[in-house]
């Protein structure tokens, strides 16, 4: 009886991961009128058929790619590190985007063979990051997509390598379906666990 109802949780699991995601393309009218949203997340179809799945900066997903749109040339520093206030001297944590304006001046230092960023910032902060867990996007890097996987690859694509930009969204008419398979499952499977004979 166990083996049967866990059988079915499984199954009715697997249906539930299938169909509450979709992803559906953007047409040239929703990208010129400022979509995907800089929240949103998307996968990108390139002209050579690659595709990379991906999420705003620190929205966790299952392949931790993060991207940042670039409309216009500019500088944009993001990164997970410390941050240290000028002031106080409080060591807490940072996870974000600095825009270029906002930095002052940089220096890399190497500490027990380790390699570190720091950039401080207008604002009398001070932020440090280990080799691997930032990008610092230059001007003459250009407009495009710049995609980041922590210690793992940073790639930019331009706007003119991209064929299609497909945004994230839950299917709204197969969720709801689905939920009710799932409730009903879970009665029955009950219902037959109370029902069975006891040895």
């Known amino acids: 009886m166990k083996k049967k109802m866990l059988i079915s949780l499984l199954v009715v699991s697997f249906f539930n991961y299938i169909g509450c995601y ?9 990208i010129n009128a400022g979509k995907p949203l800089p929240d949103e997340s998307l996968k990108l179809i390139l002209n050579d ?7 705003p900066p620190f929205v966790k997903n299952e392949y931790d790619v993060y991207y940042l749109k670039v409309d ?11 941050k240290t206030i000028k002031d106080n001297r409080v060591i807490t ?3 974000g985007i600095v825009p270029g304006e906002m930095i002052d001046s940089s220096k890399i230092f190497i500490i ?6 720091v950039y401080w910032t207008k604002d009398n902060a001070r932020l440090s990051f280990k080799k691997g867990e ?5 001007p003459e890097q250009g407009t495009g ?3 980041w996987k922590p210690n793992e690859i940073e790639k930019k694509i331009s706007f003119d390598e991209i064929k299609e930009i497909q945004e994230s969204n839950i299917n709204w008419y197969v969720i709801g379906p689905i939920t009710v398979l799932c409730v009903a499952a879970l009665i029955g499977t009950v219902l037959l666990a109370v029902q069975a004979p006891h040895n």
């Open 22 to 30: 979709s992803y559906y393309t953007l047409s040239e009218e929703e």
């Open 49 to 55: 058929e690659r595709q990379f799945n991906c999420s």
């Open 72 to 82: 216009k040339p500019g500088r944009f520093l993001i990164g997970r590190g410390d």
């Open 93 to 95: 944590a940072f996870e």
């Open 112 to 117: 027990n063979d380790e390699e570190y960023s």
């Open 134 to 138: 930032f990008i610092d996007i230059l």
């Open 145 to 147: 997509y710049y995609l």
